[in-house]
């Protein structure tokens, strides 16, 4: 029991308000003085209440009579209701009772830990067929404090046992929080990914006849950890069977045991609880029998599928998801822990249908055995719940169980060894990309899976397939987290050669091509590479990118094929935003080709969990892909809110309240309304989204919201701001000095803050005739600008448009970073520095300041106001104006009138160029009003407008002012319906800290 004491004052019968973001039972103790002179009597309870203290949801009251000077103590016991935000004691009075007071308060409370504590409709399926334990090892201390304390680590359990023959089947069954692969007799025979999607393994052909070795290898992501494990064998027709349980008879240890996966672990394994226990509640059940539809490679093509009609439709520039020509609502939800029957109940009843089902090893057994029982399992059990859902089956061809049987198709690390790595440093064997028999072998078992479900009548609730590959299904290559480079499999530099060859490289040369030693990519770690030594590891890193993206490209197309077009695909790319800041996980995870995945046929939809950096509440939150550019290449973007919320045992940004999960998905939804993103939920630990009530009604208000908003939007309008960046990341160093960070992926949150609406594009779609109706635009890190785009930004160039360069956009000429091209591009003469330099600027031009000077960056008057990198932070290379007559100076040095940040007015357009790199919302205010932008918001919250919404996440609480671009019959609150103002194009918000409003209009 916790207790919490709240006085009160003794003059006073106000309400006194608790927090029950978690919902439990809760003991309040009331002190209750009569001050009268006579018998009083009245009622005093606890109201819970939802997010508004009008919003009253459930009351107790308690009568009492307080003989005259009485000091009375009266106590209620209560269950917080699944929906109530806070609980309020109250008193009411009856004949006479004014002089009764209530003057202290103690509450008691036992909140649930955890949602999952809440009964569940889950647990009537119970774990009947499970008979095994969670095991862990036996370390020391408590065994419900040791289970915890595995986090991010590895255990090792094994299990010797005897057969008396060679069985006639053969089958282990694993769950395993979190991860697991599984050895018998040392060959590697498959993996989990997830305890809530058990494995279950045909290993009849690595047992024999004698003593067999059992080994499991278990990685933990965090929280608790365990292993659930089951083992059956058969013996023909006499029906004997031999069956072993994960108990007190295996063996475990955290050390990698020497010579394992062939020798067992040192001590033994301890029971933590039995199947279906606490904290991992029903796993769902092994899947023993195989299956006889599917056991081979015999289905044939389809001639007619059983796929429902599902497009990628624009709809006023907004890419839009259609199913047989109706829109389909703009939220999915992604399996990934705990999903049984309870969650998909709460999802119809919210009215979220697009359910993403996990399908694990999605039928792929075995070198050409394909089975799909446990395929069609997972589709029923959401169906079964919810027959009207739309399935999104989601898969991972990471195979690592082909990679350990056909080790030459496996990546290598510079060693030659087997000795890549995968998320959080996890230890694995990994199948290379490129290698001929991979792409065979899963080219293969995904057309069996598509096949399959197109024949199936389970088919016809299937729109679209999550092709998943890499580390943590996001296609990083392996080794890229772990600052580990390249794939050094022969496959790999054959892939190479060919990719060089089709660039038109000379024959004998791309015959001297290799791939570059970790050593070569990291040679004299400069700012920018130069080709004239490190050639080879440029051409290289555009390979990577460009490599990664054509084997995303390579499966979705046989999805497209095997389906007649029929099927969506999707998954994880392209996080170019976030990764800008290079160094070893930008360049070698792959993401920088994105815009070659956005051309091709075969992709539809773009996932990216929402940005790590900035997500904290008070901060604005960012996108990790460039949103602009999928809507405009009509593909639609899915933004993960994967917030850890306060049900969370994840400590990434992890929310203590449910206002403060409340406020986190809030920004989320106004974030992704104004970027044109679906919003896809998930619970990576048990039910911490979709098991509280309040956050599905949450989810059930954005989809109302969005549905009473959206015949009215127009995506891409003239007064947005158009941000333009490149993924040419391979002429970066990985040195990962600062400006590269504070170019794109540090300067994202402040144009969030700056007030506008904007949109990100990449520099391959410069050319695109929508970007001309665009007054205004920002050039990031666009180094290498080919003709083509050349040419559409001197297109630009006209109509009064604004353009403003920051750093060196266009300065790469092949040969390194040249003054003369960026002085081309800008208009304005730069030239290079003769030395580092600290790119730090002081504002001198005058600045709007209609809100307090706090609110604005601590600007105190006109000017004066400071940006750019941190003081101290020096940059090898940069690119200094240089004075001309018709040059307006609007930053320099602070310490001189070296001028850093300058700007041109020609006939046609104006040329505004910032040797700085990371501009503040203050100095991006100035710059945008300049340019004739509307400015939604003056101060520096995270401002997310769009044509028909705004969104305003505060940092600090107060008055905040928004102003939209023209008057309207009525600005209301787009939660509480309130009315703020009529007939006006301003309103007057009062806001809590660390809160978002959500403000529409009519």
């Given at each position: 029991?916790?207790?919490?004491?709240?006085?009160?004052?003794?003059?006073?019968?106000?309400?006194?308000?608790?927090?029950?973001?978690?919902?439990?039972?809760?003991?309040?103790?009331?002190?209750?003085?009569?001050?009268?002179?006579?018998?009083?009597?009245?009622?005093?309870?606890?109201?819970?209440?939802?997010?508004?203290?009008?919003?009253?949801?459930?009351?107790?009251?308690?009568?009492?009579?307080?003989?005259?000077?009485?000091?009375?103590?009266?106590?209620?016991?209560?269950?917080?209701?699944?929906?109530?935000?806070?609980?309020?004691?109250?008193?009411?009075?009856?004949?006479?009772?004014?002089?009764?007071?209530?003057?202290?308060?103690?509450?008691?409370?036992?909140?649930?830990?955890?949602?999952?504590?809440?009964?569940?409709?889950?647990?009537?399926?119970?774990?009947?067929?499970?008979?095994?334990?969670?095991?862990?090892?036996?370390?020391?201390?408590?065994?419900?404090?040791?289970?915890?304390?595995?986090?991010?680590?590895?255990?090792?359990?094994?299990?010797?046992?005897?057969?008396?023959?060679?069985?006639?089947?053969?089958?282990?069954?694993?769950?395993?929080?979190?991860?697991?692969?599984?050895?018998?007799?040392?060959?590697?025979?498959?993996?989990?990914?997830?305890?809530?999607?058990?494995?279950?393994?045909?290993?009849?052909?690595?047992?024999?006849?004698?003593?067999?070795?059992?080994?499991?290898?278990?990685?933990?992501?965090?929280?608790?950890?365990?292993?659930?494990?089951?083992?059956?064998?058969?013996?023909?027709p006499s029906g004997t069977e031999t069956r072993l349980l994960t108990d007190s008879e295996w063996m475990g240890s955290v050390a990698k045991p020497e010579g394992w996966p062939n020798q067992p672990a040192g001590q033994p394994a301890r029971i933590y609880g039995k199947a279906g226990s606490a904290p991992w509640g029903v796993v769902p059940d092994p899947v023993w029998e195989i299956g006889s539809a599917a056991r081979s490679s015999d289905l044939l093509p389809l001639e007619k599928p059983t796929f429902p009609e599902a497009a990628i439709r624009s709809a006023k520039g907004r890419s839009c998801l259609t199913v047989n020509g109706q829109p389909a609502p703009a939220m999915q939800y992604l399996e990934a822990q705990g999903s049984g029957p309870g969650v998909i109940s709460r999802l119809k009843r919210h009215g979220i249908h697009i359910i993403q089902v996990n399908l694990g090893d999605f039928g792929w057994k075995?070198?050409?055995?394909?089975?799909?029982?446990?395929?069609?399992?997972?589709?029923?059990?959401?169906?079964?719940?919810?027959?009207?859902?739309?399935?999104?089956?989601?898969?991972?061809?990471?195979?690592?169980?082909?990679?350990?049987?056909?080790?030459?198709?496996?990546?290598?690390?510079?060693?030659?060894?087997?000795?890549?790595?995968?998320?959080a440093g996890a230890t694995g064997v990994f199948p290379c990309f490129v290698h001929p028999g991979w792409r065979k072998d899963v080219g293969a078992a995904v057309a069996q899976l598509v096949r399959h479900l197109g024949r199936s009548d389970l088919g016809q609730r299937v729109i679209g397939l999550k092709a998943c590959n890499g580390i943590s299904w996001e296609w990083f290559y392996w080794g890229a987290q772990s600052e580990q480079f390249a794939d050094y499999n022969p496959a790999m530099l054959a892939a190479y050669q060919e990719w060089l060859r089709a660039k038109g490289i000379a024959d004998a040369e791309v015959r001297q091509a290799k791939i570059p030693t970790p050593k070569e990519w990291r040679r004299g770690r400069k700012f920018f590479r130069d080709p004239a030594d490190s050639g080879e590891v440029i051409r290289f890193a555009r390979f990577w990118q460009e490599m990664v993206a054509e084997t995303f490209?390579?499966?979705?197309?046989?999805?497209?094929?095997?389906?007649?077009?029929?099927?969506?695909?999707?998954?994880?790319?392209?996080?170019?935003?976030?990764?800008?800041?290079?160094?070893?996980?930008?360049?070698?995870?792959?993401?920088?080709?994105?815009?070659?995945?956005?051309?091709?046929?075969?992709?539809?939809?773009?996932?990216?969990?929402?940005?790590?950096?900035?997500?904290?509440?008070?901060?604005?939150?960012?996108?990790?892909?460039?949103?602009?550019?999928?809507?405009?290449?009509?593909?639609?973007?899915?933004?993960?809110?994967?917030?850890?919320?306060?049900?969370?045992?994840?400590?990434?940004?992890?929310?203590?309240?449910?206002?403060?999960?409340?406020?986190?998905?809030?920004?989320?939804?106004?974030?992704?309304?104004?970027?044109?993103?679906?919003?896809?939920?998930?619970?990576?630990?048990?039910?911490?989204?979709?098991?509280?009530?309040?956050?599905?009604?949450?989810?059930?208000?954005?989809?109302?919201?969005?549905?009473?908003?959206?015949?009215?939007?127009?995506?891409?309008?003239?007064?947005?701001?158009?941000?333009?960046?490149?993924?040419?990341?391979?002429?970066?160093?990985?040195?990962?000095?600062?400006?590269?960070?504070?170019?794109?992926?540090?300067?994202?949150?402040?144009?969030?803050?700056?007030?506008?609406?904007?949109?990100?594009?990449?520099?391959?779609?410069?050319?695109?005739?929508?970007?001309?109706?665009?007054?205004?635009?920002?050039?990031?890190?666009?180094?290498?600008?080919?003709?083509?785009?050349?040419?559409?930004?001197?297109?630009?160039?006209?109509?009064?448009?604004?353009?403003?360069?920051?750093?060196?956009?266009?300065?790469?000429?092949?040969?390194?970073?040249?003054?003369?091209?960026?002085?081309?591009?800008?208009?304005?003469?730069?030239?290079?520095?003769?030395?580092?330099?600290?790119?730090?600027?002081?504002?001198?031009?005058?600045?709007?300041?209609?809100?307090?000077?706090?609110?604005?960056?601590?600007?105190?008057?006109?000017?004066?106001?400071?940006?750019?990198?941190?003081?101290?932070?020096?940059?090898?290379?940069?690119?200094?104006?240089?004075?001309?007559?018709?040059?307006?100076?609007?930053?320099?040095?602070?310490?001189?009138?070296?001028?850093?940040?300058?700007?041109?007015?020609?006939?046609?357009?104006?040329?505004?160029?910032?040797?700085?790199?990371?501009?503040?919302?203050?100095?991006?205010?100035?710059?945008?009003?300049?340019?004739?932008?509307?400015?939604?918001?003056?101060?520096?919250?995270?401002?997310?407008?769009?044509?028909?919404?705004?969104?305003?996440?505060?940092?600090?609480?107060?008055?905040?002012?928004?102003?939209?671009?023209?008057?309207?019959?009525?600005?209301?609150?787009?939660?509480?319906?309130?009315?703020?103002?009529?007939?006006?194009?301003?309103?007057?918000?009062?806001?809590?800290?660390?809160?978002?409003?959500?403000?529409?209009?009519?």
């Amino acid at each position: 029991m916790s207790a919490l004491l709240i006085p009160a004052p003794a003059d006073t019968d106000a309400n006194h308000v608790f927090d029950v973001s978690f919902l439990g039972d809760y003991r309040v103790t009331a002190g209750i003085t009569n001050a009268a002179g006579q018998e009083t009597s009245g009622e005093w309870g606890v109201t819970f209440t939802g997010e508004q203290p009008t919003q009253v949801i459930t009351q107790l009251w308690q009568a009492v009579r307080a003989p005259a000077g009485a000091r009375l103590e009266a106590s209620l016991k209560v269950t917080a209701p699944s929906r109530a935000w806070f609980g309020r004691v109250g008193w009411r009075a009856k004949n006479g009772g004014a002089d009764l007071h209530i003057t202290s308060i103690k509450i008691d409370s036992e909140p649930l830990k955890s949602v999952w504590d809440i009964p569940q409709e889950d647990a009537s399926q119970g774990n009947a067929s499970w008979r095994a334990n969670w095991i862990v090892v036996d370390e020391s201390g408590d065994l419900k404090a040791y289970a915890v304390i595995a986090e991010k680590s590895h255990r090792y359990f094994t299990r010797k046992f005897d057969l008396k023959e060679k069985p006639s089947k053969a089958m282990v069954a694993v769950a395993a929080d979190d991860q697991s692969r599984i050895w018998v007799n040392g060959q590697l025979i498959g993996e989990t990914t997830k305890w809530s999607e058990p494995g279950c393994f045909d290993i009849k052909p690595q047992v024999k006849a004698g003593e067999n070795l059992l080994c499991i290898e278990l990685y933990n992501d965090g929280s608790y950890y365990g292993l659930l494990a089951e083992l059956k064998a058969d013996f023909g027709p006499s029906g004997t069977e031999t069956r072993l349980l994960t108990d007190s008879e295996w063996m475990g240890s955290v050390a990698k045991p020497e010579g394992w996966p062939n020798q067992p672990a040192g001590q033994p394994a301890r029971i933590y609880g039995k199947a279906g226990s606490a904290p991992w509640g029903v796993v769902p059940d092994p899947v023993w029998e195989i299956g006889s539809a599917a056991r081979s490679s015999d289905l044939l093509p389809l001639e007619k599928p059983t796929f429902p009609e599902a497009a990628i439709r624009s709809a006023k520039g907004r890419s839009c998801l259609t199913v047989n020509g109706q829109p389909a609502p703009a939220m999915q939800y992604l399996e990934a822990q705990g999903s049984g029957p309870g969650v998909i109940s709460r999802l119809k009843r919210h009215g979220i249908h697009i359910i993403q089902v996990n399908l694990g090893d999605f039928g792929w057994k075995a070198d050409g055995l394909y089975d799909f029982t446990d395929v069609d399992r997972r589709l029923k059990r959401v169906l079964a719940v919810n027959p009207e859902a739309l399935l999104i089956p989601a898969f991972d061809v990471g195979t690592h169980w082909w990679a350990g049987r056909h080790p030459e198709g496996a990546a290598l690390g510079p060693s030659g060894k087997l000795d890549l790595q995968a998320y959080a440093g996890a230890t694995g064997v990994f199948p290379c990309f490129v290698h001929p028999g991979w792409r065979k072998d899963v080219g293969a078992a995904v057309a069996q899976l598509v096949r399959h479900l197109g024949r199936s009548d389970l088919g016809q609730r299937v729109i679209g397939l999550k092709a998943c590959n890499g580390i943590s299904w996001e296609w990083f290559y392996w080794g890229a987290q772990s600052e580990q480079f390249a794939d050094y499999n022969p496959a790999m530099l054959a892939a190479y050669q060919e990719w060089l060859r089709a660039k038109g490289i000379a024959d004998a040369e791309v015959r001297q091509a290799k791939i570059p030693t970790p050593k070569e990519w990291r040679r004299g770690r400069k700012f920018f590479r130069d080709p004239a030594d490190s050639g080879e590891v440029i051409r290289f890193a555009r390979f990577w990118q460009e490599m990664v993206a054509e084997t995303f490209d390579w499966l979705a197309a046989i999805i497209k094929r095997e389906s007649r077009g029929w099927l969506l695909v999707g998954s994880y790319f392209g996080y170019t935003l976030e990764f800008t800041e290079a160094s070893h996980l930008g360049q070698m995870a792959g993401a920088f080709a994105l815009s070659k995945i956005l051309r091709s046929p075969n992709v539809d939809i773009i996932y990216s969990p929402t940005g790590y950096c900035f997500r904290k509440l008070g901060e604005p939150g960012t996108t990790m892909p460039p949103t602009g550019t999928i809507n405009l290449n009509g593909k639609l973007y899915s933004s993960e809110a994967d917030y850890r919320t306060h049900w969370s045992n994840q400590d990434i940004a992890r929310t203590t309240t449910i206002a403060e999960d409340v406020a986190a998905f809030r920004r989320e939804f106004a974030l992704s309304f104004m970027t044109g993103a679906d919003i896809e939920l998930l619970d990576f630990s048990q039910g911490y989204q979709t098991g509280d009530e309040r956050l599905m009604a949450e989810m059930a208000r954005f989809k109302a919201i969005r549905q009473r908003l959206k015949d009215r939007e127009e995506f891409f309008q003239s007064d947005d701001l158009a941000v333009i960046t490149g993924e040419d990341i391979e002429i970066q160093s990985l040195g990962n000095p600062p400006v590269f960070g504070e170019l794109v992926a540090r300067q994202r949150p402040d144009l969030f803050c700056a007030g506008v609406r904007h949109h990100h594009f990449l520099s391959a779609d410069l050319a695109n005739p929508i970007l001309q109706k665009f007054r205004c635009f920002l050039f990031l890190n666009c180094w290498k600008l080919d003709e083509k785009q050349w040419a559409a930004v001197e297109a630009l160039k006209s109509r009064g448009r604004t353009l403003i360069f920051v750093y060196a956009p266009g300065a790469w000429d092949g040969k390194g970073m040249s003054a003369e091209r960026l002085s081309r591009l800008t208009g304005i003469a730069v030239a290079k520095a003769t030395a580092p330099v600290e790119l730090r600027a002081k504002w001198l031009a005058p600045v709007s300041l209609p809100v307090p000077a706090q609110q604005t960056g601590g600007l105190s008057g006109g000017n004066g106001h400071e940006f750019g990198l941190a003081v101290g932070q020096m940059a090898p290379v940069a690119f200094l104006p240089v004075t001309g007559d018709r040059m307006e100076i609007l930053a320099t040095r602070p310490s001189s009138e070296e001028p850093l940040v300058v700007r041109m007015k020609s006939k046609d357009w104006t040329s505004v160029y910032s040797a700085v790199p990371h501009l503040s919302p203050t100095v991006l205010r100035e710059l945008f009003r300049a340019a004739g932008l509307h400015i939604f918001s003056e101060t520096d919250d995270g401002c997310y407008p769009s044509s028909v919404m705004v969104g305003l996440h505060t940092k600090e609480g107060g008055v905040k002012k928004i102003t939209l671009p023209k008057s309207h019959k009525r600005i209301y609150d787009l939660v509480t319906d309130q009315t703020l103002g009529e007939r006006t194009n301003q309103v007057q918000i009062e806001t809590e800290a660390k809160r978002t409003y959500l403000i529409g209009w009519e």
